[in-house]
């Protein structure tokens, strides 16, 4: 009965490390692609976009009326995330029928534009290595944080036992939430980073240097 029980703790503890290590697998994959691209401009690009269609979607839901949008906590949110001031009632006013879809594609516009004002005052070098540096720290950050959040719930999740639910099953289904929100996190900050960053160059005499992060 004892080396049965044994053999079940060994299980358990093999089937949570296996969650982690999948996730773990995931996000050292995406780093050593970023790692070893020559550039990561899609990617940034990408997470731009998806940020802008979290923003959209959490303040004008699909299939929504612009009389039921939060469109303040929408140009407040796009204002923080991505720095740029949306005219949200000016597009509706101009534009009968607006739908979601069309201002998302408005404030990435916006965005985008941002973002391309500050690439364009860099040479294309600098700017995609600083494009690699925020994604690596900002990666790197959230998936220590992430380790964290991980074992925390590995410790109180068996509590869910004496409400009738499977411990390992309940770990599985928030943790891969909590990775989707890491995920969501990652895209969100990279995004801020390249939208409110400055740079400050200080090279050494006679020779070139990446910019210091304002």
Request: charged letters at 30%.
């Amino acid at each position: 009965k004892v080396e049965a029980r044994n053999y079940d703790i060994r299980k358990q503890v093999v089937e949570y490390d296996d969650v982690m290590n999948d996730q773990r697998k995931v996000v050292y994959e995406q780093r050593a692609d970023i790692m070893d691209a020559e550039t990561v401009g899609d990617v940034v690009e990408d997470m731009r976009a998806e940020t802008v269609n979290d923003l959209v979607g959490r303040f004008c839901p699909a299939e929504t009326y612009p009389e039921q949008w939060n469109v303040e906590g929408l140009k407040e949110g796009v204002q923080k995330t991505l720095g740029v001031e949306a005219p949200v009632e000016t597009w509706i006013a101009e534009q009968d029928g607006i739908e979601p879809e069309d201002v998302e594609t408005k404030v990435r516009e916006l965005a985008d534009t941002r973002v391309k004002a500050k690439s364009d005052d860099l040479d294309p070098e600098t700017w995609m290595q600083i494009e690699k540096s925020i994604l690596l720290q900002n990666l790197d950050h959230h998936w220590k944080e992430h380790l964290g959040m991980l074992d925390a719930l590995r410790q109180v999740v068996h509590l869910r036992a004496y409400a009738q639910k499977t411990p390992i099953n309940e770990y599985k289904q928030e943790a891969f939430a909590m990775f989707e929100r890491m995920l969501g996190n990652i895209r969100e900050d990279v995004s801020r980073t390249l939208a409110w960053a400055g740079f400050q160059f200080s090279p050494p005499p006679g020779l070139p240097g990446l910019p210091d992060f304002l």
